[in-house]
């Protein structure tokens, strides 16, 4: 294929002029510091990134019940607002635009990663099959404790804390993770979610809290600098719905009403575990959802330009070669070949497999 083209147009996307329409996938890469505070190898992990049209952090954990891995980056106090101010300042004297992205594991978590060993929180007492790492081992997931009604108001504040906090922290904007079966999801749902209240039920009410968070979101940082990424029927974390593509139809609707800047939505091609939906969930949503879309998984320069072209998508968000490419959007302009990511540093680890991958720029010098 010739050089892309819509890959390299502008777009706006709510409140922000995007320089391209190739956007950095949020990663979790386990390498923030004690307490989780971000460190300045995460400051020169993204800022070698700058020239993406938009980066999403890694899942940042809104509260310390939020955290579900080892090492990830929080924001839920200042000493941790200080260290994202680092990464943004970074980002931006690079010439480019953050967002962070707010995850809240729910039951995906164990008590070893949660204060005073807490139960993970949930919907429903409803364990996840399988084991995670916590800090000394590998353990299998426990029952989470169901949260009480009156209970979830709370969580959502979390959520705005959060939101105040990345204004302070610099960031361009947030992103709820409303995907992958963390704790909105969780609550989304039919499968995790066997409660009785007015989170539970209809999908009207298995919606609430995820709309509810986004309200939230929207009223400290305005709509146009708030997004959410959804994954329509993937089943990763026990994401099971009996019926998917209306749960998260009537979702994408909702959302319409809320101006966001954003919509992502993710199509895995086949990286994290679990069955692939019956549909593309790109292609389900977009006749329904009147915003801007964003779309993820398994992308190629090529089919992204041509996902572009067919208008499936507003803008491609690339993952796993942009842990391997810092200079992806170089690469793409000039149709350098990419480098192969190594899975074995995906997750923790030191600054190898994370600042260290080469560049063109460094390769022409080497030679
Ligand atoms: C190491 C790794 C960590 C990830 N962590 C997150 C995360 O924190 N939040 C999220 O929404 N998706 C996460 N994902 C999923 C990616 O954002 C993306 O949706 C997926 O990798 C598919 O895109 P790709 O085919 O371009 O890699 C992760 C993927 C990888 C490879």
């Keep these: 294929m010739t050089a892309p ?64 891995y080892t090492y990830p980056p929080g924001l839920h106090n200042v000493a941790q607002a200080v260290g994202w101010r680092r990464v943004t300042d970074a980002v931006h004297e690079a010439g480019g635009r953050i967002f962070v992205q707010l995850m809240h594991a729910g039951r995906v978590s164990h008590s070893d990663l949660l204060p005073e060993h807490a139960l993970p929180v949930a919907p429903s007492a409803i364990a996840i099959k399988g084991e995670i790492h916590t800090f000394t081992r590998k353990a299998p997931f426990e029952v989470p404790r169901a949260l009480e009604t009156d ?26 993770h409303a995907a992958t079966g963390y704790l909105p999801n969780q609550f989304q749902v039919s499968g995790s979610n066997k409660r009785n209240d007015q989170y539970g039920g209809s999908v009207e009410n298995r919606s609430r809290f995820t709309l509810e968070i986004l309200a939230a979101l929207c009223t400290v940082r305005g709509a146009g600098r708030v997004g959410v990424k959804i994954g329509p029927g993937f089943t990763v974390n026990d994401t099971f719905d009996d019926d998917p593509a209306e749960t998260y139809t009537y979702l994408a609707r909702q959302l319409n009403a809320l101006g966001l800047a954003y919509l992502h939505v ?31 998984g398994g992308f190629t320069r090529d089919s992204g330009e041509k996902a572009l072209e067919a208008g499936r998508a507003d803008a491609i968000v690339y993952g796993r070669p942009f842990i391997s490419n810092p200079d992806l959007v170089e690469r793409f302009a000039s149709g350098v070949s990419l480098n192969a990511p190594d899975v074995r540093t995906f997750y923790g680890g030191d600054d190898h497999g994370y600042t260290d991958y080469p560049t063109i720029a460094r390769e022409v010098h080497l030679k």
């Design 151 to 176: 209970e979830i108001a709370a969580i959502v504040q979390d959520y705005r804390r959060a939101a105040e906090l990345s204004v302070a922290a610099g960031f361009d904007g947030v992103e709820l």
């Design 5 to 68: 083209v819509k890959l390299f147009s502008s777009v706006k996307i709510g409140s922000l002029e995007l320089p391209n329409r190739i956007v950095m996938s949020p990663m979790t890469r386990i390498r923030a510091g004690e307490d989780c505070v971000p460190t300045e190898s995460m400051a020169r992990y993204y800022s070698q990134r700058a020239a993406a049209g938009l980066i999403i952090t890694e899942g940042t954990h809104p509260s310390p019940m939020g955290r579900g």
């Design 266 to 296: 993710g199509y895995d091609s086949g990286y994290s575990r679990g069955t692939p939906p019956p549909f593309n969930p790109v292609d389900l949503i977009r006749p329904v959802y009147s915003g801007s879309l964003l779309a993820v």
